[in-house]
């Protein structure tokens, strides 16, 4: 089962730039607990997977980003 290959969404012409303080781009590449989506969903190539998880950590640190995300909202339903 081959699946058709998809091109990755941050190489190319016009392709937005990996930063750190590009907060938009990088929640993208987040689930909403706060994971970096994996690159077998996101189809982001190899260097550029790494980049961004590179400046989403980066983010973290700066306190631009939420280590932890909706975990209460997803954990609503358990009884405490």
Do not use: F
């Not at 990996?18 to 706060?34: F, G």
């Amino acid at each position: 089962t081959s699946r058709p290959n998809k091109s990755c969404p941050l190489s190319g012409k016009g392709a937005p730039e990996i930063n750190y303080k590009n907060i938009k781009l990088l929640k993208k590449y987040v689930s909403d607990t706060a994971k970096i989506l994996p690159s077998r969903i996101t189809n982001v190539s190899l260097g550029k997977q790494r980049a961004l998880s590179k400046e989403i950590k980066k983010a973290r640190v700066l306190a631009l980003m939420p280590y932890v995300g909706n975990w209460h909202a997803s954990n609503s339903s358990r009884k405490h």
